[in-house]
């Protein structure tokens, strides 16, 4: 983004564009779905150490979206 912007307010502006079209929205909601389906996927693992960390980190950054 700061490459295309060059003038002062230009990041500002681009941030309420996103805003304001829905665009931020859209990616968590994917975000969330993507991992919805990767921790799904998981399920055909046993349980372990391995499968607790990747579900954890992918909860993690579900939780980071607020």
């Known amino acids: 983004m700061r490459r295309h ?3 002062e307010g230009d990041v500002e502006r681009m941030r309420e564009l ?3 079209h829905g ?3 859209a990616t968590r909601d ?3 779905s993507e991992v919805r389906a990767a921790t799904e ?3 055909v693992f046993d349980d372990g150490a ?3 960390d990747l579900t954890t980190l ?3 950054e579900v939780a980071r979206l607020g």
Do not use: C, F, T
Request: proline share 0%; aromatic share 0%.
């Open 18 to 20: 996103v805003r304001d």
């Open 23 to 25: 665009a931020d929205d």
């Open 30 to 32: 994917a975000i969330r």
């Open 50 to 52: 391995a499968k607790i």
């Open 41 to 43: 996927a998981l399920g």
């Open 58 to 60: 992918a909860e993690r």
């Open 5 to 7: 912007a060059r003038r």
